[in-house]
């Protein structure tokens, strides 16, 4: 069983729309990571967060630690935004520091 | 650019062939990890180094791959006998201890056995 979770795994949106990928994650998890995946395969790093909420651009990641749920919110969504976005958790056992990762959500946004 | 770079960007390969995939972390970052993503899949934790010394493999690396980072610098994976079902984007990730461990990704290497 994968210890990330992510939905949904397909969103299609109109732009401008305000959207929402949801991420839940099991124990053992110190960290999320949001990370953005465009086509041919480069991944960039958004968000690396523990608590609270981290905001850059119309860009939102929030984590409840409680709940072991994150969100990320895109405010004003626009056709670049289309790309795969992956959660991750950084392993807290140990000191490795790896990552598990989420299978990704498929975001396109249609103009 | 001094973020993380890998080399080569494609690559394909007759099966049966060892191939060898190189990357280059931020500078200043004594760890390196990489990671395998199969096609529709979240990229998968396969080793990470600190400094030159090797931490940690996964189960999916089988005794056909082997990584080395001779000088705790750039990196080194190499898988030998290649089979169809290496394909995959093959990751490399760098941190920095001291920086909460973000990890900053390469543009991956993608690897097709025919």
């Known amino acids: 069983k994968n210890e990330v979770e992510q939905s949904p795994q397909n969103l299609t949106a109109q732009e401008g729309e305000f959207i929402t990928i949801n991420c839940s994650y099991s124990v053992g998890i110190s960290a999320l990571h949001w990370l953005q995946q465009h086509p041919g395969g480069g991944i960039v790093s958004l968000f690396m967060?523990?608590?609270g909420k981290k905001k850059h651009g119309r860009l939102i990641a929030t984590i409840n630690i409680q709940e072991k749920h994150s969100s990320l919110h895109i405010t004003a969504s626009h056709p670049r935004d289309s790309a795969v976005y992956i959660c991750?958790?950084?392993?807290?056992?140990?000191?490795?520091?790896?990552?598990?990762f989420g299978k990704g959500t498929l975001l396109t946004v249609n103009p | 650019d001094t973020g993380v770079s890998q080399d080569p960007r494609h690559k394909i390969t007759k099966r049966g062939q060892n191939v060898t995939f190189r990357c280059d972390p931020i500078?200043?970052?004594?760890?390196l990890y990489w990671y395998r993503q199969t096609l529709g899949q979240g990229p998968e934790f396969l080793t990470y180094f600190q400094n030159e010394a090797q931490l940690e493999k996964s189960r999916l690396l089988s005794d056909r791959f082997s990584a080395e980072r001779p000088k705790g610098s750039f990196s080194t994976l190499e898988i030998q006998r290649t089979e169809q079902g290496d394909s995959a984007m093959y990751l490399c990730?760098?941190?920095?201890?001291?920086?909460?461990?973000?990890?900053?990704f390469g543009p991956g290497t993608r690897l097709t056995v025919t």
């Open positions: 500078s200043e970052h004594n760890r």
């Open positions: 991750a958790g950084q392993n807290s056992g140990g000191s490795n520091y790896k990552l598990t």
């Open positions: 990730a760098s941190s920095r201890t001291l920086q909460g461990y973000e990890q900053y």
């Open positions: 967060l523990s608590s």
